[in-house]
């Protein structure tokens, strides 16, 4: 019978343990005891931070590591060009030069990302799928950078296949590891679902099981087999409640069995410092256990008269009873009384509470408020809101039909919104530019004209659909058309007319989704002239579910982006997220 693995010999949460932790790890190396020493890499890339990963990997070489694995997303996906693609290795060589044991790893999403890109992988690794042997220790690479949880055993039926294979074949060894990029078992076995993958790795004797994707640290032990989610080594993240941010995995294998602790750039944590139970929980407390249930009205002199605002305190995920204080960071110009305020609310339970705003300065930035929940006994996380005054745009009834012409002759091209803002609620550089809104029953219209002094320098280089036309002149809208759902579209124009749109939605626990796989249907005309661009569009609603009546809302957020000089934003900053948009409202 295999030995199972133990607890780490770190497993107190003791600042002097981990610094003699820190010291029984050197001395370890120093003596060469018999253990198996392995550094795990975490991801690197998806937003990476330059000058995180290249250190991480120094750091981890220093402790002289007898073979280094990583979890996949150590390259960035490019356009399909083999030079550069290649490039990308080569920068990855450069960064991995100062190990010089093996390493191994799975492909990652950004690895492997369509079939063009898989063949390049395979110049280099051979089968994105395979297994190595090293001192003993079995470790096997799955391949899942192009599949999902729930169709990944139906659609790799081969790689399944050969995994159990594998596995027969292997049984054998002294410890067996598997490594793969996304975490299916997040979603599967720590939510106490039907796992086929886990039910193999019990059947098989796999002692542990090492992934990444979420660039966030997290573990968990079911069955026998330890499950660390390994967190960034250079990708985008936030700060874990524990304080884990970028950080590598170090492993040791020694008569006691695998112990495994995360290390960052100043300490070393224990293995269970996240669990995954804990991690579904924190998070979305952390991005929605603090809402607004309303949002202030600006006025027509860009002021918020008093308004009453509920903050909503939702604990209904957290088993603990939240007891802390809602605190208000208050820019100049606005008020909020009071500016902190006790709350108690039950484990698993909701509330809201009130607040009286008002703002007789600049708008933006505008109030933010703050409290800690607790995800687990005397374990706390923060979340934080900023609270979004909506401004007020109307959409005027067309009387009869607009011609899609780029003209602007129609009676309801009037009253265009004007008064964008720049970075921080500042005035915007960018030259000044107007907003309209139409309306008839089957069809929401728009029309935009953008100034431009220097109308020979303007930028409209993107010339397919969903190219890159954020990065030109442009025109852009966050649109969403039913005012009670979540789901909502950026559009972007440029002044050749090429669009660029996204459907976006929020899952149940507001994290972001989208799709820009979805196209919207438009008839557009853009023209141009001396000193100024205009661009008249034509949205039939049929493609949201809607037809458009008097008095009905949607929620609306809009910008300009002129490169030579700058954005400017209807509502600052652009967020995607609905709720801290303006309105549009059907006059």
């Known amino acids: 019978m295999r030995r199972k693995p133990s607890e780490s010999k770190f497993s107190k949460n003791n600042p002097v343990v981990l610094i003699i932790g820190l010291l029984l790890l050197g001395c370890a190396i120093a003596q060469g005891d018999s253990s198996i020493r392995i550094a795990v890499i975490g991801d690197r890339t998806a937003g990476e931070v330059p000058g995180i990963f290249g250190p991480a990997v120094e750091q981890a070489s220093r402790l002289r590591p007898d073979f280094v694995l990583h979890v996949g997303d150590i390259i960035d996906e490019t356009i399909d060009d083999s030079v550069a693609i290649m490039g990308h290795w080569q920068e990855l060589d450069s960064l991995f030069s100062p190990i010089t044991a093996p390493v191994y790893g799975p492909a990652g999403n950004n690895d492997i990302w369509n079939d063009y890109s898989e063949q390049m992988y395979r110049h280099r690794y051979g089968n994105p799928y395979r ?65 086929s993958l886990h039910s193999l790795f019990v059947k098989y004797g796999v002692d542990a099981v090492f992934t990444g994707h979420y660039h966030e640290y997290f573990s968990g032990e079911y069955d026998g087999i330890k499950y660390t989610g390994v967190g960034s080594s250079g990708g985008g993240t936030q700060m874990s409640p524990t304080g884990l941010m970028y950080h590598f995995v170090w492993v040791t294998i020694d008569d006691e069995g695998i112990h495994i602790v995360p290390i960052k750039k100043d300490a070393i944590l224990t293995w269970d410092n996240i669990t995954a139970e804990e991690r579904k929980i924190f998070r979305p407390l952390r991005n929605r256990g603090l809402a607004f249930a309303n949002q202030p009205m600006v006025g027509e002199n860009m002021t918020v008269a008093g308004s009453r605002v509920g903050a909503i305190i939702d604990n209904s995920l957290s088993p603990v009873t939240f007891d802390d204080t ?31 705003v008002a703002c007789d300065g600049h708008l933006f930035p505008a109030p933010s408020a703050e409290a800690n929940f607790n995800y687990a006994e005397n374990k706390t996380v923060t979340a934080e809101r900023q609270l979004y005054p909506a401004r007020l745009a109307v959409c005027n009834p067309a009387e009869k039909k607009i011609k899609i012409d780029g003209e602007l002759k129609e009676k309801c091209w009037q009253n265009g919104e004007t ?60 649109i969403a058309p039913d005012f009670v759902l979540d789901t909502f579209y950026q559009i972007y124009f440029n002044p050749s007319g090429i669009a660029y749109d996204v459907q976006y939605w929020l899952d149940e626990n507001g994290f972001l989704e989208g799709s820009l ?20 569009i034509k949205i039939p609603l049929k493609q949201f579910g809607l037809t458009m009546e008097q008095g009905r809302k949607m929620r609306l957020n809009f910008c300009r982006k002129q490169p030579r000089l700058g954005n400017a934003d209807w509502q600052t900053p652009i967020e995607y997220d609905p709720h801290t948009y303006g309105h549009l409202i059907m006059r």
Not at 157 to 169: C, F, G, R
Not at 423 to 448: I, M, T
């Open 326 to 356: 809602v605190r208000w960071e208050i820019p100049d110009g606005w008020s909020v009384e009071p500016a902190e305020m006790p709350v108690m609310v039950a484990g698993r339970a909701t509330d809201t509470v009130f607040f009286e």
């Open 131 to 195: 297994s190595v042997d090293q001192m003993g220790i079995h470790i096997i690479l799955l391949d899942n950078s192009r599949w999902e949880f729930n169709d990944f055993l139906s659609e790799q039926a081969e790689q399944v296949n050969w995994l159990i294979d594998d596995l027969e074949k292997n049984q054998s060894a002294r410890y067996t590891l598997v490594l793969m990029h996304k975490p299916f078992w997040y979603d599967g076995i720590a939510e106490n679902k039907p796992d």
């Open 419 to 478: 008064g964008l803002f720049g970075r921080g609620g500042n005035a915007s550089d960018a030259e000044p530019a107007e907003f309209y809104f139409a309306y008839d029953k089957d069809n929401l219209y728009l029309a935009a004209k953008c100034t431009d002094n220097m109308i020979d320098s303007m930028s409209s280089v993107a010339d397919r659909r969903d190219g890159p036309v954020y990065r030109d002149d442009c025109v852009g809208y966050f």
């Open 517 to 536: 796989e979805w196209n919207g249907e438009y008839e557009i005309k853009s023209k141009r002239h001396d000193d100024f661009w205009v661009i008249e």
